[in-house]
């Protein structure tokens, strides 16, 4: 009888959780509640989240109407989509007209797969913008982010969920800056354009950052030797470097700086630029600070661009209203004054289609005018990964929309967009360009890329792991106004992209979960790109590298299958790290020429992370890296070999190692010494610099 009545209860119990669970609503995850109007382009395309699959006979003109001011009926294009989870609400023919306020409106008739009504209905009301909205003074500032802590206080309150809405010069990626001549440059991403790096020469003198603490001038001596002639203390007033230029006679250096006020601590970015004529006798000639930390940096001619990101304490607002918190980000410019002061109003900007808090600040600066004040625009808008062509910055930034409630079916799931912002680039002038959505999250700087007036960008959509929403892997190309003019989607489902190289018009995409499959796109006709190429083989490039035009150097880690049980997938296991040759010479059909495996299981190296570890020689074929060394075969897990750097001849005959610079190995030693390890490879004239924290040593080039 107790059995009896236990079964009762757990089927009782059961049941009401069941017809809770099944009479639940559907909702729409993206709609919002607050105060202010979006502003929203004319070709604004809606993308609105349901919690539930909905029924596509339920969504039509009736259900789904958007008027103007004026109660007009607008005619739109409707249709449901990612399986009836997502409604995609297209503008009309020729967009929405200028500076006109529109309601979209969602009927509760439109119903879910179960039958159940949408919750509530929904509106939104929106304001169509020709340029980005500016604020007229602090108070509408004030009232923006007062809209911001309100919806996020509705939001953690569970009365409503999430907000996200969509719309619609030859520079490829060069082969690092073609390293030679006389000396070693950074291997940058693109021609022309400078990203900063932890080691500089011109040369004469090697500059390396230290621990962020200090900047290290050598002199490069007769003998060839580095003879250490003086230091710039950084430390000091919590000044913490993380990256360094060298501009003729000036030395940049980017970094971290706290500041203190009553109340509270500040972070800034900032860059300071040292005179280094006279490299025994350097002088700071300016100083500059932008609030919140950097996101990317990037150096044409004379002019440093930064891009800094910095979130304002919105929180304090969502607990009281009227509470004093600071709404502008911090800057400081030595040309202007040597005191903080706060962006002015009519610097700053409201990026439409975002209801970000986080501003995303590019600073313009002119580093050989130390009495030229800098540029600085700020930008409410979430900020990510940076690329930058001679005339263009573009910032990627993830959207992401969580289902975070329960509705009929089980909560969980994400959908990825990424916003593409673009602004042009005429030296200290910096201007709003042009606004463009892609679904996915975009990997890093090298999944983007400029070609002849159109940007393309390689993105991963879903998860790997998921049943429900498994990964796929696409290629989209936008126009000059970004909008999209072509697409490759849907490959290698179930994997991920590890890494992307443009070479001219073709495309090269490394996507990774069993085997590395390598595509090459052809995006000569930017509205049909197609894959001409794939090609499988056992683990993946993490890094891409050109030689020449037909071939590719390919760094990352080699992998191997382990049976795992009846019926589920094979277990993946890293091995040693991998050089791969491809020749791309018949796009059709890539082929992976030679292969180099080095170390074994958690052998690995900087460059498979940061391109900018890459040595290059390009007039011997050397290519090196600093390396680390393991054994994990055995049955007591890593055994640490060695560390130093490694040499190797590449060229499209195949790949030879050409020397090893490895350290005699402590017979008790079970990992690799910090101090000692290699931070960088250059060479100068015909000698190589391997530059450590405790020293530089130097050999003859191979």
């Known amino acids: 009888m107790k059995k009896w009545l236990i079964a009762a209860s757990i089927l009782l119990v059961a049941g009401g ?97 179960l039958g159940l009504k949408l919750k509530d209905g929904q509106m939104i009301e929106f304001k169509i913008v020709e340029d980005l909205p500016k604020f007229a003074n602090e108070q509408e500032l004030r009232d923006h982010f007062a809209a911001i802590a309100e919806n996020e206080r509705s939001r953690n309150a569970g009365d409503e969920v999430m907000e996200e809405a969509t719309s619609e010069s030859a520079d490829s990626a060069s082969a690092g800056g073609g390293a030679t001549g006389d000396h070693s440059v950074t291997n940058n991403q693109v021609e022309g354009v400078e990203e900063a790096d932890l080691v500089q020469t011109d040369g004469e003198f090697i500059y390396t950052l230290y621990r962020n603490e200090e900047i290290r001038i050598h002199q490069i001596a007769e003998d060839n030797s580095a003879e250490l002639i003086q230091t710039i203390p950084l430390s000091e007033g919590n000044f913490y470097g993380t990256e360094l ?120 600066i002119p580093v050989n005018e130390p009495e030229t004040e800098a540029t600085v625009h700020s930008y409410l808008g979430s900020s990510g990964q940076l690329y930058m062509s001679a005339e263009n910055l573009y910032i990627a930034a993830a959207q992401y929309s969580f289902f975070t409630t329960m509705e009929i079916m089980p909560a969980g799931g ?73 697409s490759v989607e849907d490959l290698a489902p179930g994997e991920r992209i590890y890494s992307a190289r443009f070479m001219g018009d073709k495309a090269y995409i490394v996507t990774f979960r069993e085997t590395d499959p390598l595509f090459v796109i052809d995006t000569v006709d930017p509205a049909n790109p197609e894959v001409l190429g794939e090609l499988k083989i056992p683990g993946f490039s993490s890094y891409l590298h050109p030689l020449g035009e037909n071939h590719l150097i390919g760094f990352g880690t080699e992998t191997s299958l382990e049976e795992s049980k009846p019926g589920e997938a094979p277990i993946v296991r890293q091995e040693g790290m991998k050089i791969s040759l491809f020749d791309i010479t018949d796009f059709n059909n890539p082929v992976e ?57 590449i060229t499209t005959d195949g790949i030879e190692l050409a020397a090893e610079y490895l350290d005699e190995k402590d017979p008790d030693q079970l990992y690799e010494e910090y101090e000692s390890m290699v931070q960088r490879m250059i060479y100068v004239d015909d000698t190589l610099y391997l530059v450590k924290f405790n020293e530089i040593e130097h050999y003859p080039l191979p």
């Open 17 to 113: 959780a069941l017809a809770f669970y099944l009479l639940q609503k559907p909702e729409v995850t993206n709609t919002a509640s607050g105060a202010e109007v979006r502003s929203v382009f004319s070709d604004h395309t809606w993308r609105l989240h349901f919690t539930e699959q909905m029924r596509d006979d339920t969504v039509n003109e009736e259900t789904v109407v958007v008027r103007d001011q004026d109660g007009n009926e607008t005619e739109v294009r409707v249709e449901l989509i990612h399986e009836g989870r997502t409604l995609s609400i297209a503008p009309p023919e020729g967009g929405y007209a200028a500076d006109a306020v529109y309601t979209l409106h969602l009927s509760d008739e439109i119903r879910s797969s």
């Open 414 to 486: 994400m959908n990825d967009e990424t916003e593409i912002y673009k602004f042009s680039i005429d030296g200290l002038d910096v201007q709003f360009a042009a606004q463009g959505k892609v679904p996915g999250r975009v990997l890093n700087q090298f999944s983007m890329d400029e070609y002849n007036g159109y940007f393309r960008v390689a993105t991963t959509d879903g998860s790997m792991w998921s049943e429900d929403q498994p990964s796929t892997n696409n290629l989209y190309i936008l126009d000059s106004q970004m909008a999209l003019t072509g």
């Open 245 to 364: 230029y060298l501009q003729d006679d000036l030395l940049v250096v980017v970094g971290d700086y706290w500041y203190s006020e009553p109340g509270q601590e500040i972070s800034t970015t900032t860059a300071k630029i040292y005179n280094v004529a006279d490299p025994a006798a350097p002088s700071m000639s300016r100083e500059f600070s932008s609030e919140g930390y950097l996101a990317s940096s990037r150096m044409v001619g004379d002019i440093l661009y930064m891009v800094t990101n910095h979130h304002p304490n919105v929180w304090i607002m969502q607990e009281e209203t009227d509470a004093e918190v600071r709404l502008q980000p911090y800057i400081k410019d030595s040309a202007v004054s040597d005191e903080f002061f706060e962006q002015p109003v009519d610097q700053i900007q409201k990026l439409p289609e975002t209801d970000s808090a986080e501003y995303a600040t590019i600073s313009a």
């Open 593 to 649: 020429k030679d292969v180099e495996v080095i170390g074994g299981r958690g052998t690995y190296s900087p460059i498979q992370y940061d391109h900018k570890a890459l040595f290059r020689h390009n007039e011997r074929g050397l290519y090196g890296f600093p390396v680390m060394l393991y054994d994990g075969e055995n049955e007591m897990g890593l055994e640490f070999v060695g560390q130093g750097a490694l040499m190797y001849s």
